[in-house]
Structures are given as structure tokens and as C-alpha cells.
């Protein structure tokens, strides 16, 4: 069994590092006493949210385009929303098939999203589309499909803390552009950032209580 040197405590399982501590555990690992439970969820359901969100925000984006942005040079809005249901559906389709580093690819589909829309924009002359619409349309997206995710599939109450944490950076992100002032329009990157406060408390507010003993846990606090 493995143990930790400076805790002095055993940890069952598969654990590398101490839960307590964070030191690296010595010794052999063993089977862990609780049983594995395996994702539960409804392909049919998760299908028909992502398809009713997607068909919403198309409907939305042309009534948008129609009375705001008709004369929108670069990608436009309507163009930068289409990246969004595309983003929308990688991060639920990924959450679904293979939920480890969920995380990670996120923040990897953001970076390469929003890093190829900006050097396009770059390129044609930088009219500021990039920053202004695909960045806080894309981390919308995404916590959307978070959101989705947490509704639709049995997570686990550590997820809950690695999801809220990453729904804050991505909202955070649009923001920090517009305090810079980078962004022509601010309705995107304030949409985004009421978006993340909005799923965080929704987030915490579905488990809250065992998530706040989750934090508690991992800050020792």
C-alpha cells in the first residue's frame, strides 16, 4: 500500500500524490475499497440539448445579425457563432467519450481557436474581429458545454471544482480584453462575463455544499 512520508498516513487506490498534502506518495499502489461507477447518461438526451442550444443560438445570432451587425466587416458575429455550436459540441461530445483532461482540451480548443482567428486577423489588415467576437463567442461556447456537461452527465464532485474554476477563466478572458480596451463591441465580452458568473452559481448551487467541502479539502482550509 502506498503511504505518505510526511502525513504518515496509507492511501488506497490509485493516488500518486498525497490527497492531503500533495506529497508523492512511496510504496505500491492497491485496489481502492470503493467501486468504480461508470458514466451514466442518455445519448438520446444529450443529443437533443445540444441540438435545441444549437438551433436557439443560430435563430438568435441571424435576429442579431438582422438588427445590429448587417454591415460587420471580417468573420461577423454570425460567422464567429457557427465557431461557437462547433466549440459547444467538441467540448460535450469530448466530455462524453473520454472525460480526463476535459480540462486541458478546453483550454487547448480556446487558445487554437482564438489564436488562428487572431493571426487571420492580423493578416487582413487587424480590424479587432478576432478579439471583439471569436474569443468571448468561443469561451461562451464552452461554458455552455459545461454547463450542458454537468447537466446532462453524472459527475463527480471534483469535476464540479475543476469546472467552476475553469468557467471563471474563460470568463475572465473577454473581460480582461475589453479593460484593455482591445474590443470594438463590448455586448460580446460582457455577455461572456455574465455568462461565467451566471454557471458558476448555478455550478455551485447544484452541489454547493459538498463542493465548498471539496475546496475546503484541496486548500486546506
Same mark, same amino acid.
Given at each position: ?133 471569436? *474569443?468571448?463567442? &468561443?469561451?461562451?461556447?464552452? !461554458?455552455? /458545454?459545461? %454547463?450542458?456537461? @454537468?447537466? +446532462? =452527465? ?28 482591445? *474590443?470594438?463591441? &463590448?455586448?460580446?465580452?460582457? !455577455?461572456? /462575463?455574465? %455568462?461565467?458568473? @451566471?454557471? +458558476? =452559481? ?20
Amino acid at each position: 500500500m502506498r503511504r505518505c512520508p510526511d502525513c504518515t498516513v496509507e492511501v488506497e487506490g490509485e493516488w500518486a500524490r498525497c490527497p492531503l498534502c500533495g506529497t508523492t506518495l512511496v510504496g505500491e499502489p492497491v485496489p481502492g475499497p470503493y467501486p468504480t461507477v461508470p458514466l451514466r447518461f442518455s445519448r438520446r438526451r444529450v443529443l437533443r440539448v445540444l441540438f435545441l442550444t444549437s438551433l436557439a443560438v443560430i435563430v438568435l445570432s441571424f435576429l442579431a445579425q438582422l438588427l445590429f451587425g448587417r454591415d460587420q466587416d471580417g468573420i461577423g458575429a454570425l460567422r464567429s457563432v457557427w465557431l461557437g455550436i462547433v466549440t459547444t459540441w467538441l467540448v460535450v461530445v469530448m466530455a462524453v467519450s473520454k472525460r480526463r483532461n476535459l480540462a486541458k482540451f478546453i483550454v487547448y480548443l480556446v487558445v487554437l481557436a482564438g489564436g488562428v482567428c487572431v493571426y487571420w486577423d492580423y493578416l487582413s489588415g487587424w480590424s479587432g474581429w478576432s478579439l471583439t467576437f471569436v *474569443v468571448p463567442i &468561443v469561451c461562451a461556447a464552452s !461554458i455552455v /458545454g459545461l %454547463l450542458i456537461t @454537468a447537466r +446532462v =452527465v453524472r459527475i463527480e464532485v471534483g469535476d464540479y471544482v475543476v469546472y467552476s474554476g475553469l468557467t471563471v477563466l474563460l470568463g475572465l478572458t473577454p473581460i480582461l480584453f475589453l479593460a484593455l480596451g482591445w *474590443v470594438g463591441t &463590448v455586448i460580446p465580452s460582457a !455577455i461572456c /462575463g455574465g %455568462l461565467s458568473v @451566471a454557471a +458558476v =452559481v448555478l455550478l455551485l448551487t447544484v452541489r454547493g455544499g459538498i463542493v465548498r467541502h471539496e475546496l475546503a479539502k484541496r486548500l486546506h482550509l
